[in-house]
């Protein structure tokens, strides 16, 4: 048989009782304080002075809460609650299942994995489908499905752990087209993170992401910013032309799939707390003086709005745009460039020591990353800005590396569909003349 993942499901009482646990049955030493007396020959009759006092005090504190609690009715709380995910959802009721499957030569094992293969296949076109199968049923890979009965499989992950390293390259992740509005990604990267902390000494993941994946992988935590040395991944994980390598460092003492409650169960307690030092959730009645039409009156003659501390300055302040009126043309631009197939040699800055002479050649070096961080600093007023930069990654690129080099291709087809894209924009089609 394959291997199972842990039998947890999306409830546990170490996450839901816990969080709701009440604190009336939690007593504290005080009532049973006993004043010693500092002269030592009456202490003990002092000592149990003060105990047969404080006892029937005790007593009939308890008689009278006794007899409130029979005239009153019991206080109960009333929880909370705090939805699932439509995924999770449809895990509770059986309609979906994850299971861990490698290839065992098992026959469950091999539908399953022949499932995945097929999707990979069909969602991934530009790998090779050979490829695809060879490390879908290498021995050394593992796979996390999604699977909807009788053995449908909808999508998954392969990974391939390096538990004396404690990290793991995923391979492929991919959902089947027509299930991926549902949820099943996160949801799927969450099981994935679980089982992997509780089967391995594994803490880190490691994927290169393409173009259209780096969205999805930056939303289940993975970041560009890789903090591993190199020393403990490079040469064991597959290197794609074209793709961004990207990490994720999994927290110990989290339950990914417990997450999203969790964090909405932080959220109603930050509120709860906001709402009981503030008015802001109270909705107040429109002003008496629109009850026949809205006419203008003066803001601060609203008790409301006087309350809570806003000014006309802070209106205006409100109303200034964060950035100039080129930005957001400007950032569709630059993501159009940062998602062309031929954009990967200039994500980033060259790195010094993969190539040492490079910024002894290069003397005003530029990459997409840079333009990225100067456009959300406001250092691009005008598109003429823009295009110098642009055309500086590309001139550089030239001047560097011979024009038979896939480098200097992939400069002058990025080039050309910044033109082509400039050119779609009337009021900046002149440039491109």
């Not at 993170?193 to 994946?213: C, E, G, H, Q, R």
């Not at 001047?399 to 050119?423: C, D, G, H, R, V």
Request: aromatic fraction near 10%.
């Amino acid at each position: 048989m394959s291997p199972r993942p842990p039998p947890w499901g999306i409830f546990s009482p170490d996450t839901e009782d816990d969080l709701y646990r009440c604190g009336s049955n939690i007593s504290t030493d005080t009532d049973t304080t006993l004043s010693v007396s500092v002269i030592e020959e009456h202490g003990r009759m002092r000592r149990r002075s003060s105990l047969i006092q404080r006892s029937a005090m005790k007593s009939t504190e308890i008689n009278q809460a006794s007899a409130q609690s029979d005239s009153d009715p019991p206080i109960t709380p009333t929880p909370v609650d705090f939805p699932l995910k439509a995924a999770a959802i449809e895990e509770k009721d059986g309609h979906i299942e994850f299971r861990v499957v490698n290839n065992d030569n098992s026959r469950e094992s091999n539908i399953i994995l022949t499932g995945l293969k097929c999707i990979f296949q069909k969602q991934l076109p530009k790998m090779p489908k050979d490829y695809i199968a060879r490390l879908v049923y290498d021995k050394t890979h593992l796979s996390i499905a999604i699977i909807k009965q009788p053995l449908e499989v909808v999508g998954g992950i392969t990974y391939r752990p390096f538990n004396g390293r404690k990290f793991a390259e995923i391979v492929f992740c991919a959902i089947s087209s027509d299930q991926q509005v549902k949820g099943y990604g996160a949801h799927l990267m969450a099981h994935l993170k679980d089982y992997v902390k509780a089967t391995s000494p594994i803490m880190y993941f490691l994927t290169y992401a393409d173009n259209y994946a780096i969205g999805y992988f930056k939303k289940q935590g993975f970041t560009k910013e890789i903090t591993l040395e190199k020393s403990i991944w490079m040469g064991y994980i597959k290197d794609y032309e074209g793709g961004t390598i990207m990490q994720c460092s999994m927290i110990p003492r989290i339950r990914y799939l417990e997450a999203p409650r969790m964090l909405q169960k932080q959220k109603e307690a930050v509120m709860a707390k906001i709402r009981a030092v503030s008015k802001s959730h109270i909705v107040h009645p429109p002003p008496a003086a629109w009850k026949n039409g809205v006419v203008e009156i003066d803001p601060m003659s609203i008790p409301a709005i006087k309350e809570s501390g806003w000014s006309p300055s802070m209106d205006e302040l409100s109303r200034q745009p964060r950035h100039g009126p080129n930005y957001n043309q400007l950032l569709h631009l630059l993501n159009d460039m940062q998602n062309h197939t031929s954009a990967w040699p200039f994500a980033q800055p060259v790195n010094k020591d993969e190539v040492p002479d490079y910024y002894e050649v290069i003397k005003e070096p530029m990459d997409l990353s840079t333009m990225e961080e100067r456009l959300q600093n406001d250092l691009y007023p005008r598109p003429e800005d823009f295009i110098k930069d642009s055309r500086l990654i590309f001139n550089n690129c030239r001047a560097y590396n011979n024009e038979t080099t896939p480098y200097a291709k992939s400069a002058n087809k990025l080039e050309k569909f910044m033109w082509q894209q400039i050119k779609n924009i009337p009021e900046w089609s002149h440039l491109a003349e």
